[in-house]
Structure formats: C-alpha cells, structure tokens
C-alpha cells in the first residue's frame, strides 16, 4: 500500500498513521489489522522440508537395497544432485561410503560385490538429521541417536572384517589429506600476520551479513548464518557477537584456533576471491577443505574456458595448495568480469532450494523464440524485443504520460509485459518490482542524501504480481484467496527492492548499518524452492526463474533495481530457454525504467501508484 506523501496534500499524518493500522491483506481492506483469531489459510506447521525429510526418510528405509537407500538419502528422494550431499560429508562418514557402497564425491566408482553371508564384524548405523545430511556410525563413533538430531530412527548397516580393513586403509589416507590442509591453512594464515587475519576476518564478516543464507561444515562443526542455529554474522547474530565464530576468533591467538575455524576461514576467503560473496553460496551444504574449494574451482575453470574460446585458457593451478588456489581465484575473478562485460556470454545459477545450493552456469545459445513479445496494448511496433525496446529507444516521452488505464505509460508497460510473461511462459504468477517514485530517488541522489534513501520503507516500492487465470485451482478455487497470496508475494519482492537498493550506494554509516543483502546481478533458476521459507510454502513457490536487471539513475548503476520472476507451483521445472527468454523481457522492462528515470531528470513527473492491495484485488478477486 502507497501513502501518499506530504507534497501530495491529500492525507494528513493523522489519516496515514490510521490507514497504516488497516490490513493491508486483499480480503481484509478496511478492517483493522491483528483482528482475526486464527489466520486465514493455515499452513500444517511440519510443511515444507520437513514434510521432504521424511518423505525420503520413508523411502530410504522401503528400498530393496542399502546403494538404493544410500541414494535416497544423498538425493533427498532425487530434489538435489547426490554430489552435494556427498560433499557435505565429514572424512569419516565420506570414508564409510566409500568402502560400503562405493560412492564418493572424489571418483564416485559404485561397488556391489559385498561379499554375501560374510560374518559381521561391527554393526554400523546410517541416518538422516534434521538439516538434511546423510549421517554415519563408523566404529569410532557411538549409535547416531545419541550424537545427531535425526529425521527417526537408523538403518543398521552390518560391517565385515574386510570392510573394516578397506575402511583403515582408505580413513588413513583421507586423515593425511586433511591434516596437509590444515597445516598449509594454518601456515597461511600465520603469513598473514595479526593485522592480515583481522582484516580477513572482517571481511568474511561483512560477507555472513550480506550474503542469503547458507549451511557450511569443516570436519564436525557447522558453520551457518541461518535461523535460530546461527554460528556466524546474519539476520540473528550481530557482528561482535560473542555467538559467531568469526568475532570469536578476532583476539585468539592462531595456535588456538581448532581445525575446522582455520579451514573454515581459508576456504571462504579464496571462494570469496574468486567471484565476490555469491560464491559462498556454491559450497552451500558442503565440506570447507582445499580438495572441495579446488573442486569447485576446476569446475568453473573448464566453463569459463569453453565459454569463448577468443580469450587465452584460464591455467589450471599447480597444486590444491592454498598459494596455487588463491592465483586461480584471481584469474577466476577477473575472467569472470571479462566474461560479462562482453555481453556474449551470459552466466546464470541454478538453485536447490532444499540444501539452498547454488551452481553457476554458463547459457547455451539463445532459441529464436527467446526474442519474441507481444507488445500488447502498447504503442509499440516491433516483433521482437530488440524491435520493441529500439521503437521505445526512439521516443520514450509516452512513459511519463497516463496510457491503458494508468497513471503513467511506465506503469503500463510494465502490467503488461507481466502480464504477457504469466502465459507466454506458462507460468502460475508472473512479477515485476521496482521503486514507486523516481522523482524522490533522483531528488535525494542529486542532494546525496543517502540517509534518507536508507530510511526509506517498503511502501516506497512495489511489486506487480499477475497470476494465470488458472492458478486459482491452486488455492481452493477461491479467488479472495489467490488475491491474497499474490499480495504476499507483491509484498516479499516490495521487501527484496528494499533489501537490495542501499547496497548501490556509497557506505555511509547509515547504509553500512541499514540491513542489506550485496544486489543480484545474474538470473537463477530454482527447483523446490517451497521448503524452508514460510512464504514460500504457503505460496506454493515450487519452480522459478529470476532475472534481476541494472537501472541507471543520473549516471550510477544500481544492480539489481528490478526484476522478472516466473513462478509455478507444480508440474515441471523451467529450462535454460525459459530463463533465457525471461532474461530479454526482463532487460526491456529495465531499459524502460531507465528511460523514464531519464525523462525524471529532464523534469518529467513519474510515480508509480498502482500495483498497492487494492489494485491486486480489483484485478484478481472483484
């Protein structure tokens, strides 16, 4: 919901503090918010990854055979790709794979000749915790149901004498590689000096706090900046709380850190180096260790080099040594802007919404149906992107005049490039956000009040939410209750422009201070994403498509400003070619938001005031 501001003259303070205790949901307009008993549409409290945890756990146990429940298990019942699971194995647990099933992150050579009727010789133990991890009982460890926080019970996993031997062996050469990293962390570290681990620890603090959530392990020890099990800097801990690792160790002496805090504090930093904060997110779910950063690298090395094949190869590192892994970071990092600045190559995520994974991606070539849009009710010609934005390139001045039932052309073209969005791709909810006023961002920009920008609320940004005509089904057929949900979401993209603005702006104390995320600036693809986030589960956000998109406001850049996001609730997943075409509709809704910033300050006058609860109830439910 909008309010109008002071210069408008249309609502005394008194009016819009009164206004602002009304219930902003669709259904409930006019009535005072907080009233109701119960919420209106429960959601079963164990939905979402719970509800997956043990749906795979189930499954696990009815398999015919230990590789098949082994599988279920790293698969979480095929949502996310066995390898990441594989990788977030302690050495132990990754150890006992190996030997039992044959499945390993390193060679993932599957055995199945188990000796048949061969005596046991310890009785083992597998199991699931509550954070989706396959856990091992190996002989050093006592029964799981005293040391992991399970999913139910556990599978016994008989071991034979030969097992135990291969186990030996293989452990012993696993514990040499691990102990190698750790003195070659440690030694680095120690190079570093006092001052070079302060300032590396601050950076990785900076980093927890403005980057999306995420799970990390070193050995036994998880690190995460989510919910309530927080260890490190996010939403929940501030930083110098005396609660995350990273400020603990500010006044340690290094000969004190354990292990796992020396690899955890490496490892992040060359991930960091390598492409900025988001990288973290690529060892989401994962093992800190050398092997598993040089995976990691080796495999963004191979892409980045088959991406164009003008540039000279990006070499790959003489050793997994952190010295050799921190210049491939470099050369990663600045290959990766080459990459992009040429505008040939786009690179993209996809996520695994039930471990928060992401994987980045280099595009495939462009389909020629990805170019094509129908213009609408707009007055512009043209059969294709290309040709609609070069006709809105040539005169724009209709952006800033009232066209189909809007205030302002702007807003007409965004309504209905979302609108068309929601079924050329047949999608359940289409969006697009944005900020309602450019006159006052370009007001306060010219003044560099970036105070003021800072304490700007959520009502200063918007969302045009549109669902399909036949997501209602989804949503017991009710219309007040689609309305509902598309304003949830209007609301939680309204949340996300307010996240990601400041983080374009210079870091004044309070913009440093203000909470933000480090603004998107590739698409993504998610698959099951209706798992650990409330909203998303009551929204049925199962598969999407995000393309965030750069403004230009008086010259300065601000990445991710906007977007285009693709929603369904079920059925199948969107592709490469969806994200592609999303990417160029998205792109012509960014380049239109930039021309009108333009006529803004020319002295044109454009606030968005559609798109508030109202709008997306007289659309969807009236």
Known sequence: MSFPTERDGTMTRREALAKARQSRRPSRLGRPAGASDEPDYKVPPDSGFPALLRQTWQRAVDAPDLATSVDTLLTLAGHVPADIQLRALPVEDETALKVLVGRSWRDDVRTTDRAEGAATAFLGEIGLDRSGRLVVRVPSKGPLSGEAELVDGVLRVPWTAEDLADYQVELALADDRWHASVADCRQYLLAA?????????????????????????????????????????????????????????????????????????????????????????????????????????????????????????????????????????????????????????????????????????????????????????????????AGLTADLEAAPGWLAEAHGGFGSGLESLVYESVRAATEVFDADFAMSRGMRSLPALIEALRAEEFPKIAAWEIPHFFCCVVPSPESRRLFGGSASHLADTAWAISSRMQYNSWHFLVGNLPKVPEIAARDHFVPPAIPDIAYYSDQHHNGHVAAKVRFTVRSPQAVEVLGRRFNGFMDLRLLRCEGLPFDEQDLLAADRVSAFIARATSLAAALVADGAHIEVTSFDSQWHWDRIAA
């Open 193 to 385: 000096g006092a001052d070079g681990r302060r300032g590396l620890l601050d950076d990785l603090t900076e980093a927890a706090l403005r980057t999306a959530p995420f799970i990390l392990y070193a050995g036994e020890r998880q690190y995460t900046n989510f919910r309530d099990r927080n260890t490190l800097t996010g939403k929940t801990l501030r930083p110098g709380h005396p609660d995350c690792a990273l400020s603990t160790l500010a006044s340690v002496p290094l000969e004190l850190w354990s292990d796992s805090d020396v690899l955890l504090v490496v490892c992040l930093t060359l991930l960091v180096r390598s492409s900025g904060y988001g990288r973290i997110e690529e060892a989401n779910g994962t093992q800190l260790t050398l092997d598993h950063v040089a995976l990691l690298f080796e495999r963004t090395r191979s892409a980045y080099n088959a991406a164009d094949a003008t540039l000279p190869p990006v070499p790959a590192p003489a050793s997994h040594g952190v010295a050799a892994l921190g210049e491939l970071a470099g050369a990663l990092a600045a290959r990766r802007r080459e990459l992009m600045a040429t505008g040939t190559v786009r690179l993209y995520r996809e996520i695994y919404g039930p471990l928060m994974h992401k994987i980045e991606r280099v595009a495939g070539p462009v389909k020629d149906d990805a170019e094509q849009l129908e213009a609408g009710a707009l007055p512009l010609t043209g059969d294709t992107l």
